[in-house]
């Protein structure tokens, strides 16, 4: 058994990784502000609740920290930019200073954000992005470059136990109804009858991975051997461990409405278009060989199968 800190735990991918280290005996401690996470996420789990944020420090004794705490729809992270930009860059700091003290392994959650608008497709880890640094996106891509930035001189300084992971769009159970992102926005849009909102002509691409299959990538990461991970990517020229996570399934935003609608086939929804928001990603795939060799995991949830579950949710929730 495990004594586990997820920082951000409340919100969608933390609430999914809690119950699966709890079904497996570990004892799992959330530490979250409610920012963008929601106390239902956490009724009758059986953890342990810091309410707190995460700039402010991270007490406590832990053999494994799960760095989640941002928000991580682009209406949350952009409501209060200053706010996202801290979070990322202050929380880092706090997790890792907690790691140093008490000698935890750290899994910190990245995003294909670094990446930018890429000008490289599929995006490989060893792609630098092509990121605006004075965009509506910036605060979040920035603060996670530079939180990566932190993780490697924290680990190259004092030999801190850190491994980062750059998540693609995730989607699944847990996931906020009012977040924003586009597959909640879509699917309770058809449940509701409401017009499906296409940003732009619908033609920008995203890979969507159902969030079980990142949970299981991320249980195979932080018990992988740190001597191993040297061996992978020393060789490679990287000081610190970084691997993408995402399913390489590739679809148009305009393919995921009408699967959306495929599945909900009483909707009286139709597509509408609005405007692109500034700096949006025209495309977006991850290249997971690194993340295949290194660890021998790969997503096995096709995105018709994780929708259907996530209707399910939406639906029980209604
Ligand atoms: P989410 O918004 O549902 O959860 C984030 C959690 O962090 C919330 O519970 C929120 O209250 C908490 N939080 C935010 N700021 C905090 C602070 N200052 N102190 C304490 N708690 C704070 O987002 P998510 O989808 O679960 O994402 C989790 C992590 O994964 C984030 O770091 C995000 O950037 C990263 N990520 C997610 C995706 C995705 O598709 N879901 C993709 C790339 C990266
Ligand atoms: N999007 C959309 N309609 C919505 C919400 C999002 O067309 O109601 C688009 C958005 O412009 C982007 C893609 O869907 O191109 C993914 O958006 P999301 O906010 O889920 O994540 P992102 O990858 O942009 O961070």
Redesign the pocket.
């Known amino acids: 058994m495990k004594r586990i800190l997820i920082t951000g735990g409340a919100g969608f991918i933390g609430a999914n990784l809690a119950r699966r280290l709890l079904a497996e005996g570990h004892a799992v401690t959330i530490l979250d502000n409610f920012y963008t996470g929601r106390r239902d996420n956490l009724a009758g789990l059986g953890v342990t609740l810091l309410e707190r944020d995460v700039r402010d420090g991270v007490p406590g004794e832990w053999d494994w920290i799960f760095d989640l705490a941002c928000p991580?729809?682009?209406?949350h992270y952009q409501r209060d930019p200053l706010f996202t930009l801290t979070t990322s860059i202050d929380g880092i700091r706090a997790v890792l200073e907690a790691a140093q003290r008490c000698g935890a392994r750290v899994l910190h959650a990245s995003t294909?954000?670094v990446y930018g608008d890429p000008l490289v497709h599929p995006q490989p880890e060893t792609d630098w992005g092509h990121v605006n640094t004075v965009g509506i996106?910036s605060c979040y891509d920035e603060g996670k470059r530079v939180a990566e930035t932190f993780a490697l001189e924290h680990r190259r300084a004092y030999g801190t136990d850190v491994r980062l992971v750059r998540i693609f769009?995730t989607y699944g159970p847990h996931m906020d109804p009012a977040d924003?992102?586009?597959?909640s926005?879509?699917i309770l849009?058809a449940l509701r009858d409401e017009p499906?909102?296409?940003?732009?002509d619908?033609s920008?691409t995203?890979s969507f991975q159902f969030v079980d299959d990142l949970v299981e990538g991320f249980l195979a990461y932080i018990q992988a051997d740190p001597a191993a991970l040297d061996a992978f990517f020393a060789p490679k020229g990287y000081a610190i461990p970084v691997l993408n996570m995402g399913n390489p399934g590739e679809f148009t935003?305009r393919q995921?409405?009408e699967e959306v609608l495929r599945q909900i086939p009483t909707s009286r929804s139709e597509l509408v278009f609005?405007p692109?928001?500034g700096d949006?990603?025209k495309r977006?795939k991850p290249d997971i060989a690194w993340a295949s060799e290194c660890l021998g995991w790969r997503p096995t949830i096709p995105l018709a199968q994780g929708l259907a579950k996530t209707i399910a949710y939406f639906r029980a929730l209604a």
């Open positions: 991580a729809s682009p209406p294909s954000e996106r769009n924003g992102r586009v597959v926005n879509f849009q499906i909102t296409l940003y732009g619908g920008q995203r935003v995921l409405a609005r692109l928001p949006d990603p977006r």
